[in-house]
């Protein structure tokens, strides 16, 4: 499923943070590093769904830390036009919502 070394180890230490945390990973060229931001936003974004049908709004990280985006928010910063467009389609394959700012 892994294309490269470090891609797992950037996922896991993506999942890994317990609070909210500005993460740099730095991948190099066709590391798959679409994969890398979309696992866990997935999965922090399906996490705080469920803990908000279930009552509580704690952000999906299984503690009581209250987070101030609900949904969890990724922000992403794409360097093109043609990786922004690869970026948002992969987003929606995985149901991902996504918004773009361009630039103007």
């Given amino acids: ?3 490269c070394p470090t891609q797992p180890r950037a996922i896991y230490a993506v999942l890994a943070a317990r609070d909210p945390v500005t993460q740099l990973v730095v991948l190099p060229t066709a590391g798959r590093q679409t994969a890398t931001f979309l696992i866990p936003a997935d999965c922090e974004a ?3 769904l469920s803990a ?6 704690s952000g999906g990280r ?3 830390a209250e987070t101030s985006w609900f949904p969890p928010v990724t922000i ?11 970026t948002i389609a992969a987003a929606h394959r995985v149901g991902v ?8």
């Fill in 1 to 3: 499923m892994y294309r």
């Fill in 46 to 48: 399906t996490a705080a």
């Fill in 52 to 57: 908000a049908s279930a009552g509580g709004c």
């Fill in 62 to 64: 299984g503690d009581d």
């Fill in 76 to 86: 992403v910063l794409t360097p093109n036009r043609a990786i922004t467009a690869n």
């Fill in 97 to 104: 919502t996504v918004g773009s700012w361009p630039l103007g």
